[in-house]
């Protein structure tokens, strides 16, 4: 990934051919617009939650007024504290959560940590510059105790946020870096709690007292909830590993078999995370596309391209190998309004378009599908016998683009650019859906060409893999 | 062209935050 934002490790991260994130580019089609509302009334919700302490403040007994710089460095704290605990909030996967979409909620928790780290830094210059004598609670030892919970909860958030942004560029796992992630969080959120109460000001005091609480309950909450299977029952399911197929370009297909369940029914373009079901691996969950067709729902498949870590593990699954799956989850799904479907797939990108393809095929689905797969040498093309057969079954267009091809090939070569796209796409467009699923900087490529050729941003769908 | 929609739903809390703020301290402190 290119960016720095997009560098920073946030839940949930994965192995290749995980699902991270997606989002739509552009804003939503106004046929879609029902998609729209949750976001919204998500929204909503939110900033209820970070105007609802100071609602209640207004409505406590609230002492003398005091000079702005003093009121200022509250109102930043008394923000800065609400935020955290919604951070907590929202990568915790809850089903209320759902409409906006996991990885929606995790771009969201990445971009508003910065925020929130800034009313942190706010509500602490603005406290000293209120009373430069407080500069003296920075020395820690010594101090009262509510300043040393203050200094603790900082300390918990900048090492916080170190360690998501340097974490791949220091080799810290997933698993560690998530245990490590949330415990933090925990600590950063009771220490400011504690400080709050040992400031004994506006939070503390009157109605605005249960603001309090409710923050610590829906922040530790969350934590919880993400922490605890009990309340994940609905979502997660045992399969056991029918089998591991080995495929072309260094990936393997994980068949798996519903155990004691009918399987878990999901939209083609949606992911699940994998999970062992044993207890020192409780930590360890892998999201992953579904590859396989919706029409099999207790026979899903997942394939992925074997580095280090769960993928090796995977490959090397045994057949009765009990995994537990928590899904399906994801917005990256096909449009049913849709005339035709264009594919951009780079690489291990191409899981979530097999199972779109594979589903397709199987409802007998006579609308066109153009499938433009980048790859790096024709050794490398995942599925590539799979979609010959695809070809037989459904109208499928399938154009191979190598970035390493061999010199007598005639396809494609080089990447996926406007030039490809105007070879290729049908001249009426106006109702196809376009959906780009690969690495960052791949996705990036494939937009800016898809937009470059006419197409409206709206109805391009991007779904980004991490490799982890 | 690349428009992520989690930009304007951040941009919207952080408004969101500000205005609670800056009302809280002028009320305050004038109020």
Redesign the interface.
């Known amino acids: 990934m290119s960016t720095p934002t997009d560098d920073r490790a946030g839940p949930p991260l994965g192995s290749p051919g995980n699902v991270v994130e997606s ?5 939503l089609i106004p046929d879609h617009g029902a998609r729209r509302l949750p ?1 919204t009334l998500w ?1 909503l919700i ?2 209820i939650a ?2 609802g302490p ?1 609602v209640l ?2 409505a406590s007994d ?1 002492g003398a ?4 710089m ?3 460095g ?3 704290g ?2 800065a504290l609400s ?1 955290l605990a919604l951070q907590l909030v929202l990568p915790a996967r809850l089903p209320v959560l759902a409409e906006i979409g996991a990885e ?1 909620a995790v ?2 928790h990445r ?2 940590a910065d ?1 929130m780290l800034a ?1 942190v830094a706010a509500h602490v210059a603005a406290v000293m510059v209120a009373d430069p004598s407080r500069l003296g609670l920075l020395a820690f030892f010594g101090a009262p105790w509510r300043a040393q919970a203050a200094i603790g909860s900082v300390v918990a958030l900048v090492v916080l946020m170190v360690t998501s942004i340097v974490r791949r560029r220091v080799r810290l796992s997933y698993r560690l870096w998530r245990a490590f992630h949330l415990s933090l969080g925990a600590i950063a959120l009771v220490l400011a709690v504690v400080h709050t109460i040992g400031v004994g000001r506006y939070l503390a005091t009157g109605p605005a007292e249960w603001a309090l609480v409710a923050l610590t309950a829906a922040g530790l909450g969350a934590l919880l909830v993400m922490r605890s299977r009990l309340f994940r029952h609905g979502s997660l399911r045992p399969y056991i590993v029918e089998r591991v197929i080995p495929e072309r370009g260094g990936a393997v297909t994980v068949e798996l078999r519903a155990d004691g369940h009918t399987g878990q029914r999901f939209i083609p373009g949606q992911f699940a995370w994998l999970k062992l079901p044993d207890l020192k691996a409780s930590l360890a969950e892998h999201p992953f596309s579904y590859a396989s067709s919706a029409e099999a729902p207790g026979r899903p498949s997942f394939t992925m391209k074997t580095i280090a870590g769960f993928t090796a593990r995977a490959a090397g699954f045994e057949p009765g190998t009990r995994l537990l799956v928590d899904g399906p989850h994801g917005a990256f799904r096909p449009r049913s309004s849709s005339t035709g479907t264009l594919l951009i797939a780079g690489g291990i990108g191409i899981t979530p378009s097999m199972s779109i393809l594979r589903t397709a095929a199987d409802r007998s689905d006579r609308r066109p599908y153009l499938l433009l797969y980048a790859s790096r040498n024709l050794d490398g093309i995942t599925f590539a016998d799979e979609l010959e057969t695809l070809k037989t079954r459904m109208t499928l267009t399938v154009v191979n683009v190598l970035s390493a091809p061999p010199p007598d090939w005639p396809g494609e070569r080089g990447r996926i650019n406007a030039g490809v796209l105007d070879r290729h796409l049908p001249g009426d467009i106006r109702h196809w859906q376009f959906l780009v699923c690969g690495s960052g900087p791949f996705v ?1 490529g494939a ?2 060409a898809l ?1 470059a050729v006419g197409v409206p ?1 709206e109805r391009v769908h991007a779904e980004r893999f991490v490799e982890v | 062209m690349k428009v992520d929609e989690t930009r304007w739903m951040a941009g919207a809390i952080e408004f969101i935050a500000l205005l609670c703020v800056l009302a809280f301290a002028f009320s305050r402190s004038f109020g």
Do not use: K, N, Q, W
């Open positions: 989002h739509t580019v552009g804003a976001r929204l939110y900033g970070l105007a100071f403040i207004a609230r007024p005091r000079p702005f003093f009121e200022l509250s109102g930043l008394i923000a935020m929606v771009r969201l971009r508003l925020i009313a990036d937009v800016e937009v941003g």
